[in-house]
């Protein structure tokens, strides 16, 4: 018999102005295998974002996870996938020079 995997989703951000670099409030994941990122773009934007993901063993200090940054438009919808990340999560996203990104959400999905 097989068993259903847990996952859980949380909302980190709702219409966050997005007007220089923000991160996320930190999250702890400790039991899951795998994440995924959703930067949802409220309003469409001008100009280009990154993403990057940020782990720590604390919730305190953070350093940038290995995965490459996920650059694209500030319209729509922008995801990063994240494996091997220990205990905590959170997620940096910076707007480029001249960027106009208006409201955005930012949803972090697990499961283990």
């Known amino acids: 018999m097989r068993t259903m995997r847990e996952s859980q989703t949380a909302v980190l951000e709702r219409g966050l102005e997005l007007t220089g670099e923000c991160a996320t409030e930190p999250f702890e994941t400790p039991w899951a295998a795998e994440a995924r990122w959703f930067v949802q773009f409220l309003e469409p ?51 480029a020079e001249g960027t106009v990104a208006p409201l955005v959400r930012i949803v972090l999905s697990l499961k283990e």
């Open 45 to 95: 934007g001008r100009g280009t974002v990154s993403l990057r993901t940020q782990i720590s063993a604390d919730g305190l200090t953070w350093v940038d996870h290995e995965n490459a940054p996920v650059n694209g438009e500030a319209a729509g919808i922008l995801t990063a996938p994240v494996r091997d990340f220990g205990h905590w999560l959170r997620l940096v996203v910076t707007p």
